[in-house]
């Protein structure tokens, strides 16, 4: 919807600066020097899961998939894991995609070195980027290091090998070997070298000692600069101070907090009070130059955890809009997510995504479009300071409200109803405030009788995205 508004005011009390995320403007101001590259600045990531992509799984029909993708607003390809995958100790006919048997190798299931770098290629002329799945934590136990260097493996009191947690297909690396360090970044440094890709997320890197991240990543910058992407929020199981792991080593991370209170809100087994708890203690949590990956589903929760509809029913384009709009937002899409996938995709075995439904596809291109368009709502600290709305006490707890302005005074505000109530916030509308100037995205509002005001919100469905200059 856009709907021209006629000149009227929202009263509205701010809490100027309770979480700000300030643009960067002197190098001092922010505390990494590795920042992320001015190309991820207002970037969405999407992940491809190439077993799964297409029919045969491979790179090439993922090249020829490339224009869609791009046309759709996304401006990054993560690729999910590209090696061979182990067979001793497999899991499931294929195996884990995580077992990884050679960090220089290809998975022949997907193609060859060369079909690899078309795609990189491809993305590089769709003026795209792209960064692939690393996985430093553990190998396959027939990678070919178990049998050069068992040293530089984790083992037991009796001098086992060791796995992590209950991934039994695999064998845990030992960080604390000097030579592992450096064979491991020379295998990532031949990926950039090679294939010119542009940076990588890092699968359970908290597992990994931060220092390692800092030391590759230092390495790596020698080559080109990259974005570096860390699955992890704020664990502490190896490096007892998880802001390591984002000074001179990570430039985004996961928002798995977000991911899992929105799915209980959803679910009604937390409340609007719940969300907000979460939003005051995660945003004080995580520094603000951390671009925070907001998603609504990825490969791990698709196929553990449920699908989307699973997890948010009909709400689930509240939620989505809110990852493109909350502070330091990073918004992925999953393969298959823009094609309304409604199974949960196998792990171990062969399970294509059944393309087809585009009903969703101008959901997400408008989406990618705002977030494009509106410099507020930039990635990280390249983003607008953050406003977040005190509400008149009948709304305190179930509408979440906040504006992210620019410095020109251009931005957007956004509301979303947290209860399944029928929220008439009218007491908003007077005097000395923000001016809207139309509404970019809305869902199952009412307006106002006498200017096109958006003042009802419906049910849990609800939510607006309205422009403002101020």
């Known amino acids: 919807m856009n709907k021209k508004f006629q000149p009227y005011f929202l009263a509205i009390s701010l809490l100027t600066g309770v979480f700000a995320c300030q643009s960067p403007k002197k190098n001092e101001e922010?505390?990494?020097?590795?920042?992320?590259?001015?190309?991820?600045k207002s970037a969405v990531i999407y992940e491809v899961n190439v077993r799964q992509h297409s029919q045969d799984g491979s790179f090439n029909s993922v090249t020829k998939d490339i224009p869609r993708i791009k046309n759709l607003g996304a401006d990054i390809l993560w690729i999910m894991p590209i090696h061979p995958i182990g067979k001793k100790n497999r899991?499931?006919?294929?195996?884990?995609?995580?077992?990884?048997?050679?960090?220089?190798?290809?998975?022949?299931?997907?193609?060859n070195l060369d079909d690899f770098k078309k795609l990189v290629k491809t993305a590089h002329d769709h003026g795209m980027k792209v960064i692939i799945d690393w996985v430093a934590n553990h190998t396959a136990w027939d990678n070919q290091w178990i049998i050069d260097h068992p040293e530089w493996y984790s083992k037991d009191s009796a001098?086992?090998?060791?796995?992590?947690?209950?991934?039994?297909?695999?064998?845990?690396?030992?960080?604390?070997?000097?030579?592992?360090r450096k064979a491991m970044i020379e295998s990532m440094e031949y990926w950039i070298k090679e294939a010119d890709i542009d940076g990588f997320r890092c699968d359970v890197a908290f597992m990994v000692p931060a220092d390692f991240w800092k030391e590759a990543r230092t390495e790596l910058e020698k080559t080109k600069?990259?974005?570096?992407?860390?699955?992890?929020?704020a664990q502490t199981e190896i490096s007892k101070d998880y802001k390591a792991y984002y000074e001179n080593a990570f430039n985004a991370n996961y928002a798995w907090a977000f991911h899992g209170t929105a799915h209980e809100v959803a679910k009604g087994k937390k409340s609007g009070a719940d969300f907000i708890k979460y939003l005051n203690e995660n945003y004080k949590q995580i520094p603000q130059d951390v671009y925070k990956m907001h998603f609504i589903t990825n490969h791990d929760e698709n196929t553990w955890n449920g699908t989307i509809d699973e997890k948010?029913?009909?709400?689930?384009?509240?939620?989505?809009?809110?990852?493109?709009t909350l502070p330091q937002s990073f918004p992925l899409i999953y393969s298959g997510?823009?094609?309304?996938?409604?199974?949960?995709?196998?792990?171990?075995?062969?399970?294509?995504?059944?393309?087809?439904?585009?009903t969703q596809y101008a959901w997400y291109r408008k989406m990618n479009h705002i977030k494009h368009s509106y410099s507020a709502l930039n990635n990280g600290t390249w983003g607008a300071t953050t406003n977040w709305i005190k509400l008149?006490?009948?709304?305190?707890?179930?509408?979440?409200?906040?504006?992210?302005i620019n410095k020109d005074g251009e931005g957007v505000l956004v509301l979303a109803n947290l209860t399944n109530e029928k929220l008439d916030c009218t007491s908003l509308v007077a005097p000395n405030s923000s001016f809207m100037k139309k509404v970019l995205v809305s869902e199952n509002v009412d307006f106002a009788k006498t200017q096109s005001v958006p003042v009802v919100l419906k049910d849990a469905t609800s939510f607006v995205v309205i422009e403002i200059q101020k």
Request: proline share 6%; with cysteine.
């Open 392 to 404: 008149p006490g009948e709304l305190d707890n179930k509408v979440i409200a906040f504006e992210r």
């Open 312 to 324: 948010f029913g009909n709400q689930w384009k509240k939620w989505s809009m809110l990852c493109y």
């Open 337 to 358: 997510q823009e094609a309304n996938n409604t199974k949960r995709l196998e792990f171990f075995e062969k399970d294509p995504i059944v393309w087809g439904d585009t």
């Open 30 to 40: 922010i505390h990494q020097p590795f920042y992320a590259p001015e190309w991820s």
């Open 159 to 180: 001098g086992n090998i060791v796995t992590p947690w209950d991934w039994t297909d695999v064998a845990k690396l030992n960080f604390e070997n000097k030579e592992l």
């Open 91 to 111: 899991k499931g006919g294929l195996g884990s995609y995580y077992s990884v048997q050679d960090y220089q190798g290809i998975n022949p299931e997907y193609g």
């Open 225 to 233: 600069p990259v974005f570096m992407m860390a699955e992890m929020e």
